[in-house]
């Protein structure tokens, strides 16, 4: 339920009513986006392997990568799959993925 307030707190008001990033649908899901397109990588269980360790995640972090970045080309995902990758990911480092979203909206509220 964490992921979801602080979700809310950072995002516009009708994806963050959308999106529960606890719901096992959700992770399962993202486990088999992930399976399809990030494993061959980030590993197995997202530790790394010819890419780094992205357990815990978010979706910022996704949305940033999936974009494409100097290690990685850019890969399309549909609309939905990179809030279950990001669910995913979460799942596999929730304390992980707690301090990004607290760091992120300490440096949001500082911005403003």
């Known amino acids: 339920m964490k992921y ?8 516009t008001p009708a994806l963050a009513q959308e ?3 606890t719901d096992p649908a ?3 899901f993202g486990e088999e986006v992930f399976t399809d397109f990030c494993m061959a990588c980030h590993g197995e269980e997202a530790l790394g392997g010819n890419g780094p360790d992205i357990q815990g ?4 972090d996704v949305t940033q990568a999936i974009r494409g970045t ?4 850019p890969v399309e995902l549909y609309e939905g799959e990179p809030e279950a990758v ?3 990911l ?3 480092a929730p ?12 440096r949001q509220r500082g911005s403003k």
Request: hydrophobic share 60%; no cysteine; net charge negative.
């Open 26 to 28: 959700l992770i399962g």
């Open 70 to 73: 100097d290690q990685m080309e």
């Open 57 to 60: 995640a978010i979706l910022s």
């Open 86 to 88: 990001a669910a995913y």
């Open 90 to 92: 979460m799942s596999l």
């Open 4 to 11: 979801a307030l602080i979700f809310t707190l950072l995002s």
């Open 95 to 106: 304390k992980v993925a707690e301090i990004k979203l607290r760091l992120l909206a300490e």
């Open 19 to 21: 999106v529960d990033f």
